[in-house]
């Protein structure tokens, strides 16, 4: 590898010294390019500018997401979920219901496959010294469908009407304790800064595609969002049709490239089984999500193509850390260690999804200290840790769980598992209504079982994975797990601006929680989006988005 | 007259009494012995399947899983590896449990409801049959959606909602057949007789209405078996890992799509043939006693 030192002084002129750090890890080895490209998108480096630094430090052209243009004029069927709920950017918070919107609206920047974040309303950010006030440049010339230029009003208004407690809104599940209402500020028609409550090294993930609610609307907004469709996006609504479907037809005033397709169309289901007829039977272009075990079927159908993007989703089986015999760390280890991993991966998952090492450290994440040891089954000392703990007769516990994709059958191979250290599992799986309740302490059978299974989706960086379900105060901590050492670790994680310091704290807390594993891991299952053949330029994104500007079909 | 008078044989129904006729009738009806061996059959999976069972019904091989019916797995394998054949064998024993106790449970809450309103007719049997009428119209998977609410899911709350709601149909057979009997003179002498209204009922009336209450059990345990079936399809009662065969369905029907029938096939012609058994044993039974 041949090394441009001056060139690569010449960038580092101009960059802020946290930029030089991230640049200068890439030189030393300290940083894979990989990492590099992702991490220096979020400190808002653009990519002809990575691909130039890259290229600088010896590792040649950045690989070009460049695609042949497809034929324009198609137009793109898609079978969807039905949307749960009235859609609106506040509340929505349903796979179906994004994904309508997403089709009309936009976000400042956008998380891609490979989870690099990519500008679309915001041109560029970057964050002061500390993290703590983070500063978009937002795109001039964006027109919503309506009529009027998107501008740094827009972009507050938005914002902080998710970030208003009085508002129910459910991107508060990402701004609580990080972004208040009132705290994005208009420095100039195309300048908005985010004064955060604490420094935050992964802040442009939350007004990324991410943060699904996060799309811009016009100031004006007031509610009843289904009445409008308005946004920036390279689609108009032409019709929506609630519980049956939506079409689309191509913005012609979009600020980027025309899109290819002249219309979309989706069709809402109930279930997987009829769209996957349905795609069989031609009706539809696109499953948007498709997950493994109903979808199984296509995975090697000739006529059906699988695109399957790397997450970071999962199966959280949490252990009640404050009662009964799973209160000691040796049990809850002794149960760890009784999963086949490489099962679960290979059979259960059918090959489409990484091994977990029982913390949200997936690894998609360029923070994720992969020198930790992988945890494997291990029948022989998870007896030893069970008589250490005095309960080598074993014992009797019920886990709790919804019935959602494949999790009861992941729960019977847990079961079937940890018979062979006396455990014995009594399966209590419940429809999604059941099993969340209120989603509150005392009134939920998910935060108050003594085990659990529940499904996470995909988030770009771990930072809701490591503060709701596992620190003390967390919304989500089914586990019940207190740690004030991993607190500490988990709030410095996420206050880290920089890739390495992030990684030295991802280290201290993988083995922490591998020594006292609160939740299992198992592994981190594949998006998949199922296609026709001929249909190219689909770019799905594993939070259920679908981005179909240039789709098209042969 | 002869010394050696020759003394005719007596009538052999006459001698074998009311219901040992109906028992050798039974012997007789070629759909009461199809019916039963089909219910034996299953019987005999539920109380002895896992000793000829060629897998353990619960074992999984998650790497083996979906393989197709062969000879290795006549059935094939489910979603995790496990044995369909082994799955379906056993699988009779949980609703062998659940739709006899539930099927019991609406006979005796029914035949006392019947009982009860029959014999005191007027003002108590209008006011109990509209109650009755009223529960009936509540389909069986609204009443189960709430006791499951309200008890939490298990085989005993499954047991509880079929049974009160079959009982109110057994009661209003009941009270049709008691409804003729009170009014017959052996009703009337044991009212002479100062009979308290219990003893009436229970001693004098109900051996009298003894066959259509084991007519319409046998009909309604067939109705049970379906109703087992489709609350645990619809995720009521029985659990995981069960080889509940509507819980087998629930659990893989969604793979028909993919190709992968024999995940659902054979458990669905595992409750259809207990079904149709079951009914066989009511005709048999209810021709035996019309006969």
Known sequence: ?????????????????????????????RVSRREFIRHGSLLGLSLPLLGGITTAAGFGAMPSLARAQGAPGATIRVASSVPAAAIDPVTIADAGGLLVMQQVAEFLCVDGPDLVLQPALAESWKPNADGSVWTFTLRKGVKFHS??????????????????????????????????????????????????????????????SDNYNAVIVPASYKGDYEKSFDGTGPFKIEKYTPKVGASFVRNEDYWGPKALPERTEFTFFTDVQPMILALQGGQVDIINQMPVLSGVALLNDPSVDIISLKSSAH??????????PLKDARVRRAIA????????????????????????????????????????????????LMEAAGVAQGFKVTLTTERYLEIPEYAQLIQNWVKEIGVELELNILDQGGYYGDAVFGKSNWLDSVM??????????????????????????????????????ATSYIAALDLEAQKADAGKIQKLLLEETPVIFGYFYDYLTATAKGVTGVQPTAMSQLFLEKASKA | MSATETIPAPDTAARRGP????????????????????????????????????????????????????????????????????RVIVGSRDILTVAPLATL?????????????????GIVDDIVSRILEAFMAIPVV????????????????????????????????????????????????????????????????LPNVIPPILVETTVRLGYAIFAVATLSFMGFGIQPPSPDWGLSISSNYGMIGGGFWWTVLFDALAIASLVIGVNLVADGVQGALND
């Open chain 2, 105 to 121: 449970l609406a006979t005796v809450a029914g035949t006392a409801l019947g009982l009860f309103t029959g014999y005191f007719k």
């Open chain 2, 19 to 86: 219901w040992a006729e109906v028992f050798f009738s039974l012997l007789r009806s070629p759909t009461f012995l199809v019916g039963l061996g089909i219910v034996l059959f299953w019987v005999a999976c539920a109380l002895f399947g896992e000793h000829f069972a060629p897998y353990d019904p619960l074992a999984d091989d998650i790497i083996n899983a979906l393989a197709p019916p062969s000879g290795e797995h006549w059935f094939g394998t489910d979603q995790i590896g496990r044995d369909v054949f082994s």
């Open chain 1, 315 to 324: 199966q959280q089986l949490h252990m009640r850390c404050d009662d009964g």
């Open chain 2, 142 to 205: 609204i009443v189960a959606l709430l006791a499951i609410v309200a008890l939490g899911t298990s085989k005993a709350t499954v047991i509880v909602v079929i049974g009160l709601s079959f009982a109110p149909i057994i009661a209003r057979t009941v009270r049709s057949a008691v409804l003729a009997e009170r009014e017959l003179d052996y009703v009337a002498a044991a009212q002479l007789r100062h009979e308290s209204a219990l003893h009436t009922m229970f001693v004098e009336i």
């Open chain 1, 452 to 489: 659990g299974i529940t499904d996470y989706g995909h988030r770009g960086v771990p930072n809701v994975y490591l503060a709701a379900p596992l620190k003390s105060e967390g919304t989500w901590n089914a586990a019940h797990f207190k740690n004030k050492d991993y607190d500490a670790l």
């Open chain 1, 147 to 208: 009529g009027g230029e998107m501008k740094a009003d827009d972009v507050v208004a938005s914002i902080d009407r998710l970030a208003d407690p009085a508002n129910s809104s459910n991107a508060l599940s990402v701004f609580n304790g990080i972004l208040k209402t009132g705290a994005s500020k208009k420095v100039d028609d195309y300048t908005v800064e985010f004064h955060l409550d604490a420094p935050n090294g992964n802040f442009p993930y939350m007004l990324s």
């Open chain 1, 337 to 384: 260690l009784c999963l086949d991993r490489d099962k679960l991966v290979a059979g259960l998952m059918k090959g489409r999804s990484a091994l977990g090492n029982d913390s949200p450290f997936a690894a998609v994440y360029p923070s994720t200290d992969t020198s930790i040891p992988q945890r494997k089954q291990d029948i022989a000392q998870a007896k030893q």
């Open chain 1, 1 to 29: 590898m041949i090394k441009n030192y001056r060139l690569l002084d010449l960038i580092r002129r101009q960059r802020t010294p946290l930029e030089n750090h991230l640049i200068d890890g890439l030189v030393d080895g």
